[in-house]
């Protein structure tokens, strides 16, 4: 009886150093579990000594074992699996969900980027020469559409205000463009940027909804309404454009979703037919950034080749186009990925914009002190062009529909609440404190 005992105990452990052995080799990759026959003691008889079929304690000791060195394996490669956060903020907003990290929202601005869909020669810096070309000629188009957009609907008695249009129109392009981020990126990466915060950037404008709202509660035109109607006219200027904006968006990102999923095949024959599957050439790169930044150069002798009547509607908003653009374009991307989840980059554009906005709107409000008409000409520019284009909706609202509820909103009274306060210490003290006009009183060139 002792020395079976004995046997059996050396036979156990002898079984169980094997064990160990087997799990310190595979701990790091998979463990190769054996048989339970191949393992058991053969000098033990399960049915003599266990009548009731029971499984011996020392197997069970050994099962045990195999069981929490799997598990401690199968943590420790989870551990090793790197965490991927999506960064196509376009099918966040088709599917309705939210970004809970800084990176995928500040991928907004940025051109495509994604490794795990774009080879490396396809990723372009933000800094790059063609992104920042590319971005002269979509802004002086965003800026040209805007105002067009502006005369068209700005008729009397209209039922919806001029800028309803404007905000919606691009954001509805936003929206698009976020949803085929990627097949841009894989033809063309500063395209991306070019359409979104160049085009779209520049039609849509944070500082003219606000300064539009603040002119609802001044009622500069002093139309027979009573106070009351002040207050309700711009809280449906700032709520109707709110909700437009962000509907918008998210159709446009829901249209771009459709075309990419309905037929997968069809879609690629689509895309294949307007983007060609082949990069443009390097001589092509550099051709077309070329023309881009010569394109706005040209608007230099336009303003002053063309009639001196077009100066404070069109050409002196292309002049500072540009500069606008890339001013947003720089500080999105330099602080937008600095808190987690808030857009200060895009925060920051809008509330100076605003501001600047109610300066040169002060400045075209001067009665006493005269100004020369090419300083109007200016001045409205500066307010048209580059106030609009530092300024945006189309991206506020994407980031207010990619965000969480509560930080959501956190972001839209705070940015509201800002633009509102500024223009009141700008435009208040200088319209109830130093006599200048509420409406402009500017002499354009004619």
Request: proline share 5%; net charge neutral.
């Given at each position: 009886m002792?020395?079976?005992?004995?046997?059996?105990?050396?036979?156990?452990?002898s079984?169980?150093?094997s064990?160990k052995?087997?799990?310190?080799?595979?701990?790091?990759?998979?463990i190769?579990?054996q048989?339970?026959?191949t393992?058991?003691?053969?000098n033990?008889n399960t049915n003599?000594t266990?009548?009731?079929?029971?499984?011996p304690?020392?197997?069970?000791h050994?099962?045990?074992?195999l069981s929490?060195?799997l598990?401690?394996?199968?943590?420790q490669?989870s551990?090793?699996r790197?965490?991927?956060?999506?960064?196509?903020?376009?099918?966040?907003l088709a599917?309705h969900?939210?970004?809970?990290?800084a990176?995928?929202?500040?991928?907004?601005?940025?051109?495509?980027s994604?490794?795990?869909?774009?080879?490396?020669?396809?990723i372009y810096?933000?800094?790059?020469?063609?992104?920042l070309?590319?971005?002269?000629?979509?802004s002086i188009?965003g800026?040209?559409?805007?105002?067009?957009?502006?005369?068209l609907v700005?008729y009397d008695?209209k039922s919806?205000?001029?800028?309803?249009w404007?905000q919606?129109?691009?954001?509805?392009?936003?929206g698009?463009?976020?949803?085929?981020?990627?097949?841009?990126?894989?033809?063309?990466?500063?395209?991306?940027?070019?359409?979104?915060?160049?085009?779209?950037?520049?039609l849509?404008?944070?500082?003219?909804?606000?300064?539009?709202?603040f002119?609802?509660?001044?009622?500069?035109t002093?139309?027979?309404r009573?106070?009351?109607?002040?207050?309700?006219?711009?809280?449906?200027?700032?709520?109707?454009?709110?909700?437009?904006s962000?509907?918008?968006?998210?159709?446009?990102?829901?249209?771009?979703?459709?075309l990419?999923?309905?037929?997968?095949?069809r879609?690629?024959?689509?895309?294949?037919?307007?983007?060609?599957s082949?990069?443009?050439?390097?001589?092509?790169?550099?051709?077309?950034s070329?023309?881009?930044?010569?394109?706005?150069l040209a608007?230099?002798p336009i303003?002053?080749?063309l009639?001196?009547s077009?100066?404070h509607?069109?050409t002196?908003s292309?002049?500072?186009s540009?500069?606008?653009?890339?001013?947003r374009?720089?500080?999105?991307?330099?602080?937008?990925?600095?808190?987690?989840?808030?857009?200060?980059?895009?925060?920051?554009?809008?509330?100076?914009?605003?501001?600047?906005?109610?300066i040169?709107?002060?400045?075209?409000?001067?009665?006493?002190?005269?100004?020369s008409?090419?300083?109007?000409?200016?001045?409205?520019?500066?307010?048209?062009?580059?106030?609009?284009?530092?300024?945006?909706?189309?991206t506020?609202?994407?980031?207010?529909d990619a965000?969480?509820?509560w930080k959501?909103?956190?972001y839209v009274?705070l940015?509201w609440?800002?633009?509102?306060?500024?223009?009141?210490?700008?435009l208040g003290?200088?319209?109830?404190?130093?006599?200048?006009s509420?409406?402009?009183t500017c002499?354009?060139?004619?």
């Open positions: 002792d020395k079976t005992d004995s046997e059996g105990a050396e036979g156990s452990s079984t169980t150093t064990t052995q087997e799990i310190k080799s595979n701990s790091s990759s998979a190769n579990i048989p339970l026959e393992t058991l003691n053969p033990t003599t266990n009548p009731n079929h029971e499984i304690q020392t197997h069970t050994r099962l045990s074992s929490s060195a598990s401690h394996s199968q943590s490669r551990q090793r790197p965490r991927r956060y999506s960064t196509d903020v376009g099918s966040i599917r969900e939210s970004i809970i990290d990176s995928s929202l500040a991928s907004i601005d940025r051109p495509p994604d490794e795990t869909k774009l080879p490396y020669t396809k810096h933000p800094y790059s020469f063609h992104v070309a590319l971005l002269a000629p979509a188009f800026v040209l559409a805007r105002l067009g957009i502006q005369a700005g008695e919806i205000f001029p800028l309803a404007v919606s129109m691009g954001c509805l392009c936003m698009f463009a976020l949803g085929i981020k990627e097949p841009l990126g894989q033809f063309y990466g500063p395209l991306y940027t070019a359409l979104t915060t160049g085009f779209c950037g520049s849509t404008t944070f500082s003219g909804w606000q300064f539009d709202i002119q609802s509660w001044l009622n500069p002093h139309a027979n009573d106070w009351l109607r002040d207050v309700i006219d711009g809280l449906s200027k700032s709520l109707f454009t709110l909700a437009l962000l509907s918008s968006v998210s159709f446009g990102a829901h249209l771009a979703s459709l990419l999923r309905s037929s997968k095949s879609s690629i024959r689509l895309f294949s037919t307007v983007l060609p082949n990069p443009p050439s390097k001589i092509i790169r550099y051709s077309l070329i023309i881009a930044l010569l394109s706005y608007t230099i303003y002053f080749k009639s001196p077009f100066r509607q069109a002196s292309l002049l500072f540009y500069p606008g653009t890339l001013s374009y720089l500080l999105s991307i330099n602080l937008n990925p600095l808190l987690k989840a808030f857009p200060l980059g895009t925060f920051t554009a809008n509330s100076c914009g605003t501001a600047l906005l109610g040169f709107h002060v400045c075209l409000g001067l009665g006493i002190v005269q100004v008409s090419n300083a109007c000409d200016v001045l409205q520019g500066l307010a048209d062009g580059y106030c609009g284009c530092l300024t945006t909706v189309s506020f609202a994407a980031e207010v965000l969480e509820d959501a909103w956190r009274i940015s609440v800002t633009a509102q306060l500024l223009l009141l210490v700008i003290t200088a319209y109830w404190g130093s006599g200048v509420e409406q402009t002499v354009f060139s004619i």
